[in-house]
C-alpha cells in the first residue's frame, strides 16, 4: 500500500486533528500526521534545506559501510549536545513533538538526510535507528518530509509505503525495522528535485 495524499488501502484509523494510524502486520503502529508544523515555521526549513549554501556532508554509505550507496547528511543534535549553528530551525518541530506525542522528550539525535535525484527509487537497506545506543528498551523515531517527490519510508513485512510530502510527519518505535529511498521525479519549478528528509529520535 502506498500512501500519498489522502490515498491509502491498509488498516488505519483516522483522529480529528487530521493524525492517521497504520497497523502494520506485525500489530506494530504508525502514526502519520499532516501538516504538522505551522506553516511559517516549515516555510523556514523548506527554504533553508534547499538553498544553495545549507552545509551538507557526504556519507559514503547510508545503512552500512560498503552498502553501495550515499548521501548527504547535517547533524543537528546527537552525543547529548546540539552539533550545529541551525538548531533554532528545527526547535518548532521538537514543541510540536512535545505537544503532539511525547511531553518532555528527551533528544537522542537529529539528523537530515539529503538523497540526491536518481533514475530509480533504489531504496536502501531495512534498518533500526541509533544501533550504537545499545539500550534493552524502545525509543521513539520520527520523520519529517521537507519536500513532495516520489520517494517513500517503507518497513518489513508491510507493504505500507510512506510518500513523501511537505511537512508529513511520521513516527513509530525504534524496533520497527524501515528502510528509505531516492526521488526521480521531475518537480514543480521552485520545488526541490531531491529527497530532503529528517530524522528525529527521543526517548
Request: glycine share 12%.
Given at each position: 500500500m502506498i500512501l500519498m495524499g489522502g490515498i491509502d488501502m491498509t488498516k488505519s484509523y483516522d483522529d480529528s486533528d487530521g493524525r492517521k494510524e497504520?497497523?502494520?502486520e506485525n500489530g506494530k503502529k504508525v502514526t502519520?500526521?499532516?501538516n504538522f508544523l505551522p506553516q511559517i515555521n516549515f516555510n523556514d526549513i523548506f527554504r533553508v534545506f534547499t538553498q544553495s549554501f545549507f552545509p551538507w556532508y557526504l556519507n559514503?554509505?547510508?545503512v552500512e559501510p560498503n552498502d553501495g550507496k550515499f548521501q548527504f547528511v547535517h547533524t543537528f543534535y546527537t552525543e547529548n549536545e546540539w552539533k550545529t549553528r541551525e538548531r533554532n530551525l528545527l526547535l518548532p518541530v521538537v514543541n510540536e513533538i512535545e505537544?503532539?506525542?511525547t511531553p518532555e522528550p528527551i533528544l537522542i539525535r537529529i539528523k537530515a538526510n539529503l538523497r540526491t535525484h536518481s533514475t530509480t527509487l533504489d531504496e536502501s537497506l531495512l534498518h533500526t535507528d541509533c544501533d550504537w545506543l545499545k539500550r534493552p528498551f524502545l525509543f521513539n523515531i520520527g520523520i519529517l518530509y521537507v519536500n513532495d517527490n516520489d520517494g517513500y519510508t517503507f518497513f518489513?513485512?508491510?507493504d505500507l509505503k510512506v510518500q513523501s510530502k511537505e511537512n508529513?510527519?511520521?513516527h513509530f518505535d525504534s524496533d520497527i525495522r524501515?528502510?528509505?529511498t531516492a526521488a526521480t521525479w521531475d518537480?514543480?519549478?521552485g520545488k526541490g528535485k531531491h529527497r530532503f528528509v529528517v530524522n528525529f529520535n527521543w526517548y
Open positions: 497504520y497497523i502494520l502519520v500526521y499532516d559514503e554509505s547510508i505537544k503532539q506525542i518489513e513485512g508491510s508529513r510527519f511520521v524501515h528502510g528509505g518537480p514543480p519549478l
